[in-house]
């Protein structure tokens, strides 16, 4: 069996997801990307991965990160400070979940999950991301078990956002040989 990628993209046209016959056993979404000017939010079964853009409201980035929530609380993200040993807590009190810690110049390297199904956690999480916009535009990874239907209701939740929209569609398609 070949598996041969295939990709649509969409310009400004607005194409209904649920439209997509997702029902093919020959045709497998590898990723989609959906997003605004500013945004772009590419989903893959196992990952989430958000550009935002340095003129990305602060109110889109906590409608995003909320949406993701209501979809699958189960994601999470990984999230790598410098701080004093001192702070470790207070992201912990912050619903943070510490992973590992260790000495490092300027402090502590600590390395936090950040669980989606914590609200005072996605709230931080909102607030520190807004925070680092002011200075450039960043990528953030999410990780998920996602799949089509995730992927459809993710896209739902967000499509009151103006100017929402699929961007790329991925496709694999398995191929058989003939003769097998």
């Known amino acids: 069996m070949l598996i041969m990628p295939m990709s649509i993209e969409f310009g400004d046209s607005y194409p209904d997801i649920a439209k997509f016959d997702l029902s093919k056993a020959d045709q497998v979404i590898s990723s989609i990307a959906m997003g605004t000017d500013d945004i772009t939010m590419t989903c893959t079964q196992g990952k989430i991965t958000i550009w935002f853009g340095k003129k990305t ?10 949406a993701i ?31 590992s810690y260790a000495k490092a110049r300027g402090g502590y390297r600590a390395i936090f999950n950040i669980p989606f199904s914590k609200r005072e956690a996605l709230e931080h999480l909102a607030g520190a ?13 999410f990780f ?37």
């Open 129 to 141: 991301i807004f925070e680092q916009l002011q200075h450039a535009p960043i990528h953030k990874d």
């Open 69 to 99: 929530s209501n979809v699958d609380s189960s994601v999470t993200h990984e999230m790598e400070v410098i701080c004093d040993f001192s702070d470790i807590e207070k992201y912990e009190g912050k619903e943070y979940i510490l992973v």
């Open 57 to 66: 409201p602060e109110n889109q980035v906590n409608r995003i990160l909320t």
């Open 144 to 180: 998920w078990d996602g799949c089509a239907a995730k992927i459809m209701l993710l896209f739902d939740e967000l499509s009151s956002i103006d100017g929402w929209r699929i961007k790329k569609v991925d496709f694999r398609k398995d191929i058989t040989a003939s003769g097998e």
